[in-house]
């Protein structure tokens, strides 16, 4: 019989089904763990550039999440090469209970800051959008790209 398996030296049939509903079981959890752990390989980092009047005001240089969706940020990494102000602001934004308020502000110099500036380096969790923007002080950086890199992993 299907599901049945017999025993010679007992003398006895062994019902396999019980065996057979464990194992499917089983590989329900194994699968749950997979699906976790492949979470951890991360997004495809995020990269690209923006290019903006820096000057004149605040611009965007990146939006980093979706509305809803639970994600860290490990890294994010601002590039502002192409810039000859002295005074770069960099600025995170994200919602607050709901509403979007700034969480991050920090100025940098181009003549003593490095190229590549570090923003989030580590892990924050974000369940909406983090909102990366940048102004100068010099109306030469007007027009210029700024180069971001990201790492996201879901959760």
Do not use: C
């Amino acid at each position: 019989m299907p599901g049945e398996f017999y025993i010679e030296t007992r003398g006895e049939k062994v019902n396999l089904i019980p065996i057979e509903t464990s194992l499917a079981d089983l590989q329900s959890i194994i699968n749950g763990i997979k699906d976790q752990t492949d979470k951890l390989a991360g997004e495809t980092p995020g990269q690209g550039s923006t290019t903006a009047d820096w000057q004149l005001a605040e611009a965007d240089v990146v939006s980093i999440g979706t509305a809803g969706t639970r994600y860290k940020i490990h890294d994010l990494t601002i590039s502002i090469h192409n810039l000859v102000g002295n005074t770069i602001i960099v600025r995170l934004y994200k919602a607050v209970n709901g509403v979007e308020r700034k969480i991050y502000e920090q100025d940098f110099n181009i003549g003593i800051d490095p190229p590549g500036l570090p923003v989030v380096n580590g892990s924050w969790a974000i369940h909406g959008i983090l909102r990366a923007t940048l102004q100068s002080n010099n109306p030469a950086d007007n027009g210029k790209a700024v180069d971001y890199d990201y790492m996201l992993e879901a959760m």
